[in-house]
């Protein structure tokens, strides 16, 4: 059941100026995985459950949709200028000129119940996913590595829904979710090789579910709450510092974008919402904007 509102805890402060506008109201079943390519000026996300890929293009209001085989968890730009996508099949290179999608690896294919959720590239070019158990039920939700030598276990514990992964500027801290139980975890990384995790951030009770991280310039994580209405920002210490509050209640995950990267792009939801909760929430599923007064870090593109 949707919240009315985001719980803004006591003496953690609304960003002044950060107000949600929707530039694109596309009604998203479960808009996700939002990344800026810098180098065609476009954000590129995906909707999972009513599986498509979209691309908007700020500067010109363009938008484009290509339908996915299979649900899609998560869409990235690759050093080589086509795409990677992370279907519920495995992970694909995805050509946008033809709509194909070819096989690179399944990395549970043993696992049909399972998919891939959400993704990032670290500077290496490695990319770091996390699948799910689609039900939501089973602790069956891993954190893998993927490069040019193929896709390996972090060795992470297993969660029913992971999100994330992100890293800090220095690429030495990976911040990935167990969703369900609203811990946020920071891990230390070197070499590729997972060290030690640590509990980052508790959401509270009735301030809805961790969904997508991002990091920005200064080192701090923007994480958006489903059935929470709201983006939290949290400083590298993992204290809250600041909540934007929603005119919606499920929040994936935001993107910086824009010339200068000033610019947060955030993909919502429709998932779950009844007929009544729709109605209150005409802007649902919508991909929206908002200043964060502060640049994010620019994407790496994947090398695999």
Not at 20 to 48: C, K, R, Y
Request: proline share 9%; with cysteine; net charge negative.
């Amino acid at each position: 059941m949707a919240l009315s509102a985001a719980h803004v805890p006591a003496n953690v402060p609304v960003i002044a100026g950060a107000t949600p506008q929707a530039v694109w109201p596309l009604a998203a079943t479960l808009g996700e995985g939002p990344v800026w390519a810098a180098h065609e000026g476009a954000l590129w996300f995906v909707d999972i459950k009513a599986p498509a890929i979209h691309r908007f293009v700020p500067a010109s209001g363009e938008t484009a949709t290509w339908p996915a085989p299979a649900q899609v968890g998560w869409v990235l730009p690759c050093a080589d200028g086509t795409l990677l996508a992370g279907l519920q099949t495995g992970v694909h290179r995805f050509d946008p000129a033809s709509g194909a999608f070819t096989l690179l690896c399944a990395p549970e294919a043993h696992l049909p119940g399972n998919r891939l959720n959400d993704a990032t590239v670290a500077a290496d070019g490695a990319v770091w996913l996390g699948s799910m158990d689609d039900a939501e039920t089973d602790e069956s939700g891993r954190i893998y590595r993927l490069d040019t030598d193929g896709c390996v276990d972090s060795g992470l514990p297993p969660v029913s829904i992971t999100n994330g992964p992100a890293f800090s500027p220095d690429g030495h801290t990976l911040y990935h979710h167990d969703t369900l139980g609203r811990r946020i975890w920071a891990s230390t990384v070197h070499d590729g090789r997972v060290t030690g995790t640590r509990l980052f951030a508790q959401i509270e009770d009735g301030a809805g579910y961790p969904d997508g991280p991002v990091v920005d310039a200064q080192g701090c994580l923007w994480v958006g709450l489903f059935a929470g209405w709201a983006v939290r920002h949290y400083d590298p210490t993992g204290k809250l510092i600041g909540v934007v509050p929603f005119p919606v209640a499920n929040v994936t995950k935001i993107a910086f974008g824009g010339p200068d990267l000033r610019t947060a792009y955030a993909t919502t939801a429709t998932k779950g919402l009844s007929t009544a909760e729709r109605a209150v929430q005409p802007l649902a599923g919508a991909l929206f904007a908002f200043d964060p007064g502060v640049a994010g870090l620019p994407a790496h593109l994947a090398r695999v």
